[in-house]
Nanobody, 125 residues
């Protein structure tokens, strides 16, 4: 069983930066992919980025490439999402997710087995 808790969301102006954190708890993270998703009001949950716990390979959605960076601090069992140059369209609830998989790419929310409660990110114009 995996438990995930997000934090770090808030209200920021366009062009600003934000760092989201995901505190993770599990027996082992070997073979796990950690993902970040976001959901705006009235829209479906969409993939943002993911990272393999062991190896550190990453993958980003096109709208966030170059502005978002996902990373892991193994000693703290935490996953981070560093966001720069925020845009109003980045507004939404951001979720941390996890799944044990050997797939090269995992971008479908339905593929993830564990989810955090989400943290709100609001970007003003």
């Amino acid at each position: 069983q995996v438990q995930l808790v997000e934090s770090g969301g808030g209200l920021v102006q366009a062009g600003g930066s934000l760092r989201l954190s995901c505190a993770a708890s599990a027996r082992t993270f070997n073979g796990y992919v950690m993902g970040w998703f976001r959901q705006a009001p009235g829209k479906e949950r969409e993939f943002v980025a993911n990272i393999r716990w062991n190896g550190g390979s990453t993958y980003y959605a096109d709208p966030v490439t170059g502005r978002f960076t996902v990373s892991i601090d193994n000693a703290k069992n935490s996953v981070y999402l560093q966001i720069h140059s925020l845009k109003p369209e980045d507004t939404g609830v951001y979720y941390c997710a996890a799944v044990r998989t050997s797939k090269y790419r995992t971008v479908d929310a339905d593929e993830y087995d564990y989810w955090g409660q989400g943290t709100q990110v609001t970007v003003s114009s």
